[in-house]
């Protein structure tokens, strides 16, 4: 009995699947990010929300989930805040 062609279609099998897909899940950042006396300490606040994501999403925390953040520029208003785009 000759298993090369089988072993050859598992490989080939096993060459084509993915890794398992995490789940993204979605959080909101809104950060004074416009010129302005705000927005220095805003980019550093989105720079540290931005390092905790990856922290957590390169770690077993949550393990089937993977988090992603939709940045919004505050301008350090709530009128801007609070008016979709």
Same mark, same amino acid.
Not at 49 to 74: C, F, G, P, Q, T
């Given at each position: 009995?000759?298993?090369? =062609?089988? $072993?050859?279609?598992?490989?080939? @099998? !096993?060459?084509?699947?993915?890794?398992?897909?995490?789940?993204? !899940?979605?959080?909101?950042? $809104? $950060? =004074?990010?416009?010129?302005?006396? @705000?927005?220095?300490?805003?980019? @550093?606040?989105? %720079? @540290? %929300?931005?390092?905790?994501? /990856?922290?957590?999403?390169?770690? /077993?925390?949550?393990?089937?989930?993977?988090?992603?953040?939709?940045?919004? /520029?505050?301008? !350090?208003?709530?009128?801007?805040?609070?008016? =979709?785009?």
């Amino acid at each position: 009995m000759n298993l090369l =062609p089988s $072993f050859i279609i598992l490989l080939v @099998a !096993v060459g084509l699947t993915t890794p398992s897909q995490r789940t993204p !899940v979605y959080i909101g950042g $809104f $950060f =004074p990010l416009s010129p302005n006396k @705000a927005s220095v300490p805003g980019q @550093a606040l989105l %720079a @540290a %929300a931005e390092l905790a994501l /990856d922290h957590v999403n390169k770690s /077993d925390i949550l393990r089937d989930y993977e988090l992603r953040m939709i940045v919004k /520029d505050s301008k !350090v208003s709530v009128g801007e805040t609070l008016i =979709p785009e």
